[in-house]
């Protein structure tokens, strides 16, 4: 059964600066500008605060007592540390959780927890408010781009799942948020600044601490950023690949008329780092008729040659007016074994949440059906 629950939480105070989500450096160049400090004092203070932030999970300055009072005053009266508001939470009867994060009045986000994924659990976290790409099988992608989110804005998500768990203060052995994926809204290496920014407050041993090993960012295939993205992050890489040749991922990926397969295939093999630790995911919905034939399997075995790769196999999510089906489970089944055997990894991804629209391809959907009937009703009500 699933479960609705209102989480709603402080937003930061109009006027004041929110040191939640912050780089070291950026809360450093605050302190140093609010209150005259030179650059030695200002990093000493702002290694205090980032690990009250990041560390402890302190969202009050009084609770910071290794900081003077007359300072925790001055803070007080210029900062805050403050968490986005989460305006709902849904618990899926499999353990997924899905929060919708309010940044700004009309604009939202949504993350999703999911349990038992990786070392303890995972988090799928947002870079985008809505997306460009219009992936025909995705229906995130139905929804305009309205803006990318800052840095802090994606750290953000991490710290209000992190409340939500009962995870402070960081750093556990019996931690229950062990990966990031950045597979949310909208595509994260068309907002690569933030994301890498976002990537070194998340992955800091003396903060948040979530390896980069454990930290996996999707793309699409924006081919120009993938390097960067390797030999400035060592974030893992995986690729929204779902078709083999060109013309089907044309209709399926239309980033696809822009950066072909063999330039993706090109980037993927350059990718820094590359090798049988640190291989590539890829992954591949499964649409019934579309792209799931035994031919298709051999094709996908064929393309990755020589590229150190584990593939996905995703069940395709349903949403309303979806042109697509899901191929049944002894078709994926038998697509995944051809996989197998040439030597590849191919798990098939069991649908986490799909009760609470928290799936692969659903995020944001289920929102704005909300909002939309409320409006309907209100223009009824005149």
């Given at each position: 059964?699933?479960?609705?629950?209102?989480?709603?939480?402080?937003?930061?105070?109009a006027g004041l600066q929110n040191?939640?989500?912050?780089?070291?450096?950026?809360?450093?160049?605050?302190?140093?500008?609010?209150?005259?400090?030179?650059?030695?004092?200002?990093?000493?203070?702002?290694?205090?605060?980032?690990?009250?932030?990041?560390?402890?999970?302190?969202?009050?300055?009084?609770?910071?007592?290794?900081?003077?009072?007359?300072?925790?005053?001055?803070?007080?009266?210029?900062?805050?540390?403050?968490?986005?508001?989460?305006?709902?939470?849904?618990?899926?009867?499999?353990?997924?959780?899905?929060?919708?994060?309010?940044?700004?009045?009309?604009?939202?986000?949504?993350?999703?927890?999911?349990?038992?994924?990786?070392?303890?659990?995972?988090?799928?976290?947002?870079?985008?408010?809505?997306?460009?790409?219009?992936c025909t099988f995705c229906h995130?992608?139905?929804?305009?781009?309205?803006?990318?989110?800052?840095?802090?804005?994606?750290?953000?998500?991490?710290?209000?799942?992190?409340?939500?768990?009962?995870?402070?203060?960081?750093?556990?052995?019996?931690?229950?948020?062990?990966?990031?994926?950045?597979?949310?809204?909208?595509?994260?290496?068309?907002?690569?600044?933030?994301?890498?920014?976002?990537?070194?407050?998340?992955?800091?041993?003396?903060?948040?601490?979530?390896?980069?090993?454990?930290?996996?960012?999707?793309?699409?295939?924006?081919?120009?950023?993938?390097?960067?993205?390797?030999?400035?992050?060592?974030?893992?890489?995986?690729?929204?690949?779902?078709?083999?040749?060109?013309?089907?991922?044309?209709?399926?990926?239309?980033?696809?008329?822009?950066?072909?397969?063999?330039?993706?295939?090109?980037?993927?093999?350059?990718?820094?780092?590359?090798?049988?630790?640190?291989?590539?995911?890829?992954?591949?919905?499964?649409?019934?008729?579309?792209?799931?034939?035994?031919?298709?399997?051999?094709?996908?075995?064929?393309?990755?040659?020589?590229?150190?790769?584990?593939?996905?196999?995703?069940?395709?999510?349903?949403?309303?007016?979806?042109?697509?089906?899901?191929?049944?489970?002894?078709?994926?089944?038998?697509?995944?074994?051809?996989?197998?055997?040439?030597?590849?990894?191919?798990?098939?991804?069991?649908?986490?949440?799909?009760?609470?629209?928290?799936?692969?391809?659903?995020?944001?959907?289920?929102?704005?059906?909300?909002?939309?009937?409320?409006?309907?009703?209100?223009?009824?009500?005149?």
């Amino acid at each position: 059964m699933m479960t609705e629950l209102d989480l709603s939480a402080r937003p930061a105070k109009a006027g004041l600066q929110n040191l939640a989500g912050m780089t070291r450096d950026e809360i450093a160049g605050q302190l140093r500008d609010a209150f005259g400090l030179d650059e030695k004092k200002a990093r000493m203070r702002g290694a205090q605060l980032w690990r009250w932030i990041y560390v402890a999970g302190a969202t009050d300055f009084a609770a910071m007592t290794n900081i003077s009072k007359d300072m925790r005053a001055d803070l007080t009266e210029r900062f805050v540390v403050a968490r986005p508001e989460v305006t709902e939470r849904l618990v899926s009867v499999d353990g997924t959780r899905k929060y919708l994060i309010r940044l700004s009045p009309g604009v939202e986000v949504e993350c999703v927890y999911i349990p038992d994924v990786g070392r303890a659990g995972a988090l799928c976290v947002s870079s985008q408010v809505g997306c460009t790409l219009a992936c025909t099988f995705c229906h995130t992608g139905t929804q305009k781009l309205v803006r990318n989110l800052t840095s802090a804005e994606i750290v953000n998500q991490v710290m209000a799942v992190k409340d939500d768990l009962e995870e402070w203060p960081s750093g556990g052995d019996d931690r229950r948020l062990s990966n990031i994926v950045f597979m949310g809204m909208g595509e994260p290496l068309y907002n690569l600044d933030n994301v890498e920014r976002a990537i070194d407050v998340i992955s800091a041993d003396d903060g948040i601490s979530i390896s980069r090993r454990r930290i996996t960012v999707s793309t699409s295939g924006v081919v120009p950023e993938m390097h960067r993205l390797g030999a400035e992050t060592s974030a893992m890489l995986a690729i929204s690949l779902h078709a083999t040749n060109d013309a089907l991922r044309d209709e399926l990926v239309p980033i696809n008329r822009k950066y072909p397969i063999k330039e993706l295939m090109d980037a993927c093999r350059a990718y820094p780092g590359l090798s049988n630790a640190r291989r590539i995911t890829f992954e591949y919905v499964m649409l019934k008729g579309v792209n799931d034939s035994d031919a298709e399997a051999r094709a996908l075995v064929r393309l990755l040659k020589g590229i150190p790769a584990k593939i996905n196999l995703i069940p395709f999510n349903p949403w309303p007016g979806a042109p697509y089906e899901c191929s049944s489970w002894e078709r994926i089944e038998g697509f995944a074994d051809i996989i197998s055997r040439a030597g590849y990894a191919s798990p098939i991804r069991t649908p986490r949440g799909r009760d609470i629209f928290a799936a692969c391809g659903q995020l944001k959907s289920e929102s704005v059906k909300k909002r939309a009937s409320d409006a309907r009703k209100e223009r009824m009500a005149l």
